[in-house]
C-alpha cells in the first residue's frame, strides 16, 4: 500500500479514479468475505492462510504487468481478496491458539509487533529501490512477490498445536476457551445468553460499519494529499512511512506489556479519540515537518490498539464461529470502506482535508458502542445468573431442612 498511490500518481490517476480503484479491492473483498469466513472454520487455518498468500504473489507479479487495465484491476481485486483471507486465517488462529486475557492480547500484539517491524523495513527499501533507473514498478513488485513466496514457504511449515484433523484443531480451541473464561461462555447455556451474546457481536459490526466508512473517506486521501500537496520523493516518502511504522512497533510492544492491566478496551476508546485532534492537526498545517508529524500520531492512535481491540473481540466470539462472525464483520467494514473510498475522491476534491478530521469523529464511536453493550449484557444477565444461583441455593436449603423432618419407618414389630 506504500508502493500504490506512487504508482497511481506516475500513471497520471485522478482523485476519483484512484477512488475508485480502491473501492473496486474492496467491494471484491467484500463479495466474497462471508464465504472467505466460512471456509476459514471448516479447514486449517494453514491452508487457508496459503491460498491468501498465493493470492498476493498473482497479483503483484501481474497487476503493473498487464497493460489492459480491466485485467490489471482484476489482480488488484485478486489483491485484496488474497489480504482479507490471511487476516481472517491469521485473527483466528491465534484466537483458537491462545487464552482469554494476557495471552491472548500479548500474541495479537506480538503478531502486530512483527508485521510492523517488516512494514519498517519495506517501504524504505522499496522508496530507494525506485530510485535506481534500471528498476520500475514492474521490478519492484517482482521483488515484493518474491518476499511473499518466502512467507508461503514460512506458512507451510506452520505448526498448529493440534492438526491431525481440522475437528481436532476446533476442539482444542474450544477447550482453550472454556478453561481460560471467554465472556461468551457464561451466557451459552440458554437462549437469552445465546442472544445477549449476538447482541455484542452486532455492536461490534456497527463498529466496523462505522470504521469502515470513516477510513474508506479519510485515510486513503491522508497519505494522497501529502504526496501531491508537498512532493516528496519515493526515497524520502518510504523514510516517512518506515519511520511510522517503527513509531506503531513501539506502541505494539507497549499494549503487549500493559494493556491488560490497565484495561485494554479502555486504552482502545482513548487512542481512537485522539485520533480526532491528530487529523485536525493534518488539515490546519502547512508544513511538511508538522503534516508528516501529525500523519506519524494519527497511524499510532488508530493502528496500535488493534490487538487489544481483536483479544476483546474474540472473547465474544466461539471458536467454532470465528471465521463465519469475523467474516460478516469484514464484509460491513469492507463494504462500507469501499463506499466511503468510492465518494471519497468526489469529497475530498471537493472539501479537501476538511474532511479528515470529520471522518475520525467515527473511530471512537466504533469502540464505545460495543464497550457499552458488552457491560449492559454482564450487568443485566450477571444479576439475573445471581439471581438463579440464589433461588437454587434456597431450593436445596428447603429441599434439605424438610428431609430432616421426615419420620421414618419404626423398627418395632406389630403383633
Partial sequence: MFLFPLYAIYKGWGDEFYGFVLALGGYAAMAVMFFLGMIVDIRFKRTTMIIGVIAT????????????QIVSLIFYCLYSIGQQLMRLSTNTYIANESKKGQERTKKFSAYNLVAS?????????????????????????TIIAVFALISLILVTFLKLAVEDTPEEELGYAEKISEDS??????????????KAILGVQISFGIGKVLMGFASGVAIPFISWYILKEFNPSSDVWGLITSLSWAVMAVGYLLHSLYAEKIGKSLIVVISWLLVVPMALGI???????????????RSFFAMTPGGSWNSFQMEWIPPKNRGKVLGLLQTGQRGMRATGTLIGGYIFALLGTAIFPVAMVFYPLAGIIPLIQSKIVRKKLGKEEEIIEEQEEEFREIKDENKEFIPRPSSQKID
Fill in 117 to 141: 517491524i517488516a512494514r519498517t523495513i519495506a517501504p524504505l527499501s522499496c522508496g530507494y529501490l525506485l530510485l535506481i533507473p534500471v528498476l520500475n514498478f514492474d521490478w519492484v513488485f
Fill in 283 to 297: 488539515m490546519l498545517v502547512d508544513s511538511f515537518f508538522w503534516v508528516t508529524f501529525f500523519y506519524i500520531a
Fill in 181 to 194: 473464561g471467554d465472556d461468551y461462555t457464561e451466557f451459552n447455556d440458554h437462549d437469552d445468553g445465546k
Fill in 57 to 68: 504473489i498473482l497479483s503483484a507479479i501481474f497487476f503493473t504487468r498487464i497493460n489492459q
